[in-house]
């Protein structure tokens, strides 16, 4: 794997939640390749297992983990598997998240026809647990982990967290409603955790992609001819670089983040990685 940048995490024992998703597998690749031990911790141990041992096939340290980072008891076992293993936590990851088609609207701007067309999901016909689930998943997947992992990090007075955020946080999007909020709350938390931790010795920063295609969101992006969405036509005549990110292009800004050589004077911020779509008006 090329790197943007490789700083010397040797020893260091990285947790990657939602570790096996298209985004955060390449984190996992990058950690390791600098020398971190990387921890994959996610729900399905299919992915995570596979994972672990495609980083351990070309020479890497890597353990699987499974845990859902909504239920504090097995992300405690997870924990409990770490300190066994390796160790505490060094650099926590805070992957995980994701939306509900349950709490997506199927259109931009509300109609007052719609009110009666059971054929179209308005705002008033969200799903009050797709909405839960949604929050519960980027907010507490985002605190628990955090709690369960950075005790380590608290006792030995250092340690990196990164949370992933959403272009979302700042200028929410249409028709999801759910997911705006909930990582407009990650933003936030990511703020709060770095002044509560700045005494502390522990820096908090945040990672904002802006639009990647991946599997999680293709229904929205791609016909299923594999043409593109008019969601996709707008997504790109809004972003200044005119296409899409790639996931490996967010690999520099995570590393520089975690070395603190690099940003060891950084905490607090919500980094945007876009393509220039946040400093875009339109105009």
Request: hydrophobic share 45%; net charge negative.
């Amino acid at each position: 794997m090329k790197l943007p940048i490789k700083p010397d995490l040797s020893g260091r024992v990285a947790v990657v939640t939602g570790g096996a998703g298209v985004l955060c597998s390449e984190f996992c690749r990058a950690l390791a390749v600098c020398g971190a031990k990387v921890a994959v911790l996610g729900r399905t141990p299919e992915k995570t297992e596979a994972l672990a041992e495609e980083l351990r096939s070309q020479g890497g340290e890597a353990l699987d983990l499974c845990a859902d980072v909504t239920d504090a008891e097995s992300l405690r076992a997870a924990h409990e598997k770490l300190l066994e293993k390796w160790g505490p936590c060094d650099i926590l990851i805070n992957g995980a998240g994701g939306n509900r088609p349950d709490a997506t609207a199927d259109d931009e701007f509300f109609r007052p026809e719609t009110l009666s067309d059971p054929a179209r999901k308005s705002f008033f016909d969200l799903s009050e647990l797709a909405f839960r689930q949604v929050f519960s998943l980027n907010i507490l997947g985002t605190v628990l982990p955090t709690q369960v992992f950075a005790r380590d990090m608290a006792e030995r007075g250092r340690g990196c967290i990164v949370n992933v955020s959403s272009m979302n946080a700042f200028t929410p999007l249409t028709k999801i409603p759910a997911y705006s909020a909930a990582k407009a709350g990650v933003s936030n938390f990511t703020q709060w955790l770095a002044v509560h931790f700045a005494s502390a010795g522990i820096r908090v920063n945040a990672l904002a992609p802006g639009f990647f295609s991946t599997a999680q969101n293709a229904a929205l992006l791609w016909n299923a001819d594999g043409t593109p969405t008019p969601r996709t036509g707008k997504i790109l005549a809004a972003t200044p670089m005119g296409r899409f990110g790639k996931p490996e292009e967010l690999v520099g800004a995570l590393l520089f983040l975690c070395d603190e050589g690099c940003s060891g004077f950084i905490t607090g911020v919500v980094l945007p990685v876009d393509g220039g779509f946040q400093a875009y008006s339109g105009v």
